[in-house]
């Protein structure tokens, strides 16, 4: 009984619990540097190099192989071609369940091997964008955001509810070229 109802209220949690301090639009995106792979291949990901061919998606998840990082990475392989379109690069970045991230970055049900997804160990760069959770230690929270290509926050949106991010994130993409069209 006990089990069921902490499982229960932990479920309403992360799925109510918003990020307690994203970055704000505006803010200017921390670089760095991670390891990670792509289709199941070891990869690298600097945000200072990927910025110079277009806006970035960062999205945070807390694990993979759990409920609702999987739904999320699903969605993102599924809008994958969309944002190349839009000329946005998608990454994904957990510090949880690390590894069985190589497995998971080419699993036809989730990553698909359309967008690579990195290892943040320690959670240095969840930190460095406040997107941990205390509900959660040591994993991060549920937050995307859009980093334009002058280092800048475009969108910032939190939500232990998976099904948003994508389309937030692609808004947030489109309305940074709009604005920025010549």
């Known amino acids: 009984m006990k089990r069921s109802l902490l499982a229960a209220l932990f479920a309403v949690g992360a799925l109510a619990t918003p990020a307690l301090a994203a970055l704000a639009v505006n803010d200017a995106a921390p670089d ?3 390891q ?6 070891p990869t690298s990901f600097n945000l200072n190099q990927a910025l110079k061919t277009g806006p970035v998606v960062l999205y945070f998840f807390p694990a993979v192989h759990t409920g609702g990082c999987n739904l999320e990475a699903h969605l993102f392989a599924e809008a994958a071609d969309d944002f190349k379109k839009e000329g946005a690069t998608v990454i994904g970045v957990t510090a949880g369940n690390l590894d069985q991230l190589q497995v998971f970055s080419n699993e036809t049900q989730y990553c698909s091997g359309k967008f690579p997804v990195f290892a943040d160990t320690g959670l240095k760069v969840a930190k460095e964008y406040k997107a941990t959770t205390m509900l959660l230690p040591g994993m991060s929270d549920r937050t995307s955001y859009v980093i334009s290509p002058d280092h800048k926050i475009v969108l910032a949106y939190s939500a232990g509810n998976p099904t948003k991010h994508v389309e937030e994130t692609m808004g947030g993409v489109k309305k940074w070229k709009a604005d920025h069209r010549s």
């Open 36 to 41: 990670g792979y792509m289709a199941g291949k």
């Open 32 to 34: 760095f540097t991670l």
